[in-house]
């Protein structure tokens, strides 16, 4: 089986570990590992009912909730089949356009979306530090750029590094670019005070597409869950591109309940601090790894040797899947990515790099 472009392929890591996808502890997507939410259960059981039914084509009961929550109008909103779905719309809004800026590293689905309708997507590689903890700089990568007929394309918080864009230095270029697109799948798993989103703005700025997903902070990337919010005459033009009924009710029903599930939250936002710095000093600690400091629930580390390497030994003599880096071509072999799970998880994953680097 070729080797995976994304985390979570258990199907993939299963047939080389020789076992079943159930037995694979997986630190390569990064998946909440609290959720999810029994809310979500339960809301998931009580609609099986409705399944005989086809789902709200304008989806008005989950826009309500969001808008309720982000404080923005309905027509502002747009839900999607996961935000991969809303991705593909937003990069053929900026294939429109003579070029799109693109940070890389970046989440190989941009460069998908790209691709497909034959954007000019323009690298702009991001200086990389293990230590920064005080969010990535642009203000020194847009000096050269030529903006007013160009997009934006970037993830905040970051992916794969899991660092954090001010929202400050993301603000000036709204004035600049075309369209600015901001991925800020997750951004929920900042505490509310500490989060940079531009959902705010979007009201004020009509080439501003902010992109949500519901998957990862309520572990539900079974049921593919996302929104946009951006201007409606923007949202009404992927609608019309886009099959009907793109969102299943279950989905909806999942969503709906994680996004009033304030306990849940709160348990998220007390548990990750603690847990990622655990995890990030016990990996500091191997002679040959370096993790980088990370806002959010995954760790991306640098090796001395070969991840792809380290990720079959793990596999096969751990049934532990990471996420090696090797779709990301400005990281290569060099590098994986562990998603922060509970302290015993992660204590099993640093058990086997101990035994496995032979330390």
């Not at 029994?38 to 969001?66: K, T, V």
Request: aromatic share 10%.
């Amino acid at each position: 089986m070729p080797q995976p472009i994304h985390g979570g392929n258990l199907t993939w890591a299963a047939t080389l570990a020789g076992c079943s996808p159930d037995l694979i502890l997986d630190f390569s997507a990064s998946i909440n590992p609290l959720g999810p939410p029994q809310s979500a259960i339960a809301a998931i059981q009580f609609n099986l009912r409705y399944l005989r039914d086809y789902p709200d084509p304008n989806y008005q009961d989950f826009r309500d909730c969001l808008s309720q929550i982000h404080a923005v109008p309905v027509d502002y909103i747009l839900p999607g089949n996961g935000a991969a779905e809303l991705l593909t719309w937003a990069g053929r809004d900026l294939a429109e356009l003579e070029a799109v800026y693109l940070f890389t590293p970046a989440f190989r689905d941009y460069s998908r979306a790209l691709k497909a309708f034959e954007a000019n997507a323009i690298a702009c590689p991001l200086t990389l530090h293990p230590l920064l903890d005080s969010g990535l700089s642009l203000s020194s990568l847009l000096t050269s750029f030529h903006p007013a007929q160009s997009g934006l394309l970037l993830n905040n918080p970051h992916n794969p590094t899991g660092q954090l864009f001010l929202k400050t230095e993301i603000l000036p270029y709204l004035e600049e670019f075309a369209l600015v697109v901001v991925d800020e799948a997750f951004m929920d798993f900042l505490q509310p005070d500490q989060q940079q989103s531009l959902i705010e703005q979007v009201m004020e700025y009509p080439n501003l597409v902010v992109l949500r997903s519901l998957t990862k902070f309520y572990s539900l990337p079974g049921i593919r869950l996302g929104y946009a919010i951006a201007h409606p005459d923007r949202l009404q033009r992927w609608q019309q591109w886009r099959d009907p009924w793109s969102v299943n009710s279950l989905a909806i029903a999942a969503g709906m309940a994680g996004l009033k599930d304030i306990p849940f939250q709160q348990l998220t936002w007390n548990w990750l601090p603690s847990a990622r710095t655990q995890l990030q000093a016990s990996l500091a600690a191997l002679p040959g790894l370096t993790p980088y400091a990370s806002a959010v629930n995954f760790l991306l580390v640098a090796s001395d040797s070969s991840t792809v390497s380290l990720q079959r030994s793990l596999l096969s003599q751990f049934q532990i899947l990471i996420r090696d880096c090797v779709s990301f071509p400005e990281l290569g072999d060099r590098f994986f990515r562990v998603a922060v799970r509970t302290e015993a998880e992660n204590l099993k994953l640093v058990d086997g790099l101990v035994k496995i680097l032979n330390l």
